[in-house]
């Protein structure tokens, strides 16, 4: 302990710890009293202030100890560099933790703010979002902060103001879009009050904030209560069911760039992140815990996934699969298992990669076309080939096809679910039920991928689309890059990604069955190499096309079907049809029907105001009768 204490207390380490957290916060501070007039400058220092930012947080991945503060001496030492003077008791809520879990979200929220500060230098106008690079700087300083701290009211403080920058990263330029935000704040700030509720039921069992220092079992109802309350403050963030309705609604109306930073990314790496912490710190889950988690992970995945299938918004649907995907992290994490965790971890980085990558693919084609809807679109991958590419692969990815990164972390899912058969309780009898529901959920994201690239860049060209050009390079190269990683991150999971990210978090494991990334990534290239090879040695490409007859009239260059018109048979079946009528009246948004039950029970209280004074009499004594039985 006093070898890390020591390591610590170098100057160098809290250097490092003191750029990344307040750094971007101070920059972002800074940057608030700098006319909106000079954005592009505003976004060069910011792009400065990300990459030191960066480089703070790969010395920090790549320090040779897990290092915590974990006691007072440790606390002010740290304080002291921080040129603060504070009380022993104070010091001693300002602890930070550094191990392999915050060390690898740290790298990836880096990674993320670089490449979207660089995309927004030629997305952002000027008159789109107010103070957007303050905002989005402050954001990156409070996810750091939130990820390395160990005391729960300095992370809950830090949490808290993500939900703020959350808010004010989405114009309010319409009334829609001020719906969307006031929803989006109402929402995770009351997910903030219940985990505050959370924090204090820890507090009152166990006398503790440091999150390294609580191992709670769930074996009574306060525990599990403090368990669920924090669990909902995780799945919101994250966009799990059923707390999962901002996201959508965010992902359309905000700007690519506020959707790739925060429901593609820093929420679900933060969200999930917490997650890890409540389910493999805080508490120690019984079996019917781990049966909650099971069912909302398939029911997040199910659920959003067939949302998705009908949208005809391509950043709505996007905005659904960001939910949907959630449901494979908590899955993993319901497992309990070393693979299982490492499983959820693992697609929580890849998601963040693909649909990050997604989402800055839809504001290219929002930035060139200045259309949202999937109809107006069409064959834009001859105007725009690096963002088709780019898009292909994020779509591949996304939907488990191998050998890329999202096919690599499913499948480690799929041979948990495998694993956690062979227990004997409720939830593991069910390990076929779990199985079937994500394999069917990465098939149907399949289908309705086919829609996003087919409908986008596929189909036949609009007229008005024919002077479409491809996007400019700051807009492009963090497509690239991040389409990159889909490719490494799957071709080398098993050999390299897994055992050098993910296993110091978890522990060693072993990969079930016979399975390895690199040589399936080597089949794949034989198999398409050989494709070649039989398209050119017969000919293939030698056929004839010829003109549809009808009447003796050329239709064919007039004539089109839209991708979407497709899909429109699955609303068509009895169940589908109610369900998603009944999405659209919002009957499944916890929101809005929290909305109507609070307008509800505040006119039922207004009609008590009659005005006659007996009955206001009535209520008063009412109310001290229930506040006397409260205190006795």
Known sequence: MNEFISIFSQPSVCTHLQLLIFLPVAAGLLLFFIPDRFNLPKGIFSLIVSILAGISSVLLFNASAQM??????????????????????????????????????????????VLIILYSLVYIKADRVRNYYPWF?????????????????????????L????????????????????????????????MIVGIAILWRLTGSFS??????????????????????????????????????????DAPASSSALLPASLDKLLGIYFLARITSDLFIMGGWMRLILLITGVTTIIVAVMMALVQHNYKRLLGF??????????????????????????????????????????????????????????????????????????????????????????????QGIIDFGTGSEVANRLWVIWLGLAVLGSALTLASFIKFIGGI???????????VREVPAPMWIPL??????????????????????????????????????????????????????VYLATNI?????????????????????????????IGEFKFFGWMYTKAEEKIFDIYDQSKHFVLWFSHKLSEAHTGVLPGYIIWVCAGLIVMLLIMI
């Open 137 to 161: 700087l402050i954001t990156t300083g409070c996810s750091y902060g939130a990820v390395l701290s160990d005391n729960l009211l300095v992370f809950l403080t830090f949490w808290g103001i």
């Open 163 to 194: 939900g703020i920058t959350l808010y004010k990263l989405i114009p309010g330029r319409d009334e829609e879009s001020s719906a969307t935000a006031k929803k989006t704040l109402i929402l995770i700030g009351a997910s903030d009050t219940i």
């Open 211 to 252: 999150m390294n220092s609580i191992s709670l079992p769930t074996d009574n109802i306060i525990a599990v209560s403090g368990f669920l309350a924090l669990l909902v403050g995780s799945f919101t963030k994250a966009g799990a069911f059923p707390f999962h309705t901002w996201v959508p609604d965010y992902a359309k």
């Open 457 to 467: 860049f596929l189909s036949r060209r609009q007229p008005a689309l024919e002077k």
């Open 321 to 414: 699969h960001a939910v949907s995907q959630v449901g494979y992290m908590v899955l993993g994490f319901g497992l309990g298992s070393l693979i299982g965790i490492a499983a959820g971890l693992f697609h929580m980085i890849n998601h963040a990669i693909y649909k990050s990558g997604l989402f800055l693919s839809a504001g290219c084609i929002e930035y060139r076309t200045g259309e949202e809807n999937i109809d107006e679109l069409g064959g834009l991958s001859k105007a725009m080939p690096v963002t088709f590419f780019a898009a292909l692969i994020f779509a591949l990815s996304i939907s488990g096809v191998p050998p890329l990164n999202g096919f690599a972390s499913k499948w480690m899912i799929y």
């Open 68 to 113: 915590t503060i974990v006691n007072e001496i440790a606390g002010k030492s740290c304080m002291t560099l921080f040129g603060l003077t504070l009380g022993n008791d104070a010091a001693s809520f300002f602890t930070f933790t550094i191990d392999n879990i915050s060390k690898l979200i740290i790298l990836f929220i880096s990674l993320f703010a």
């Open 541 to 569: 490409k030698k056929f004839r096309s010829e003109d549809s007859f009808i009447g003796g009239e050329k239709m064919q260059e007039m004539t089109s079907y839209p991708t979407p018109e497709f899909y429109k048979t």
């Open 480 to 533: 690239v890059v991040l389409a990159l990683f889909c490719i490494v991150f799957g071709v080398f999971a098993t050999n390299f990604v897994v055992p050098k990210l993910f296993m110091p978090v978890t522990g060693e494991f072993e990969f079930t069955g016979f399975w390895n990334s690199t040589f399936v990534s080597l089949l794949v290239l034989i198999s398409i190499v050989l494709g070649i090879l």
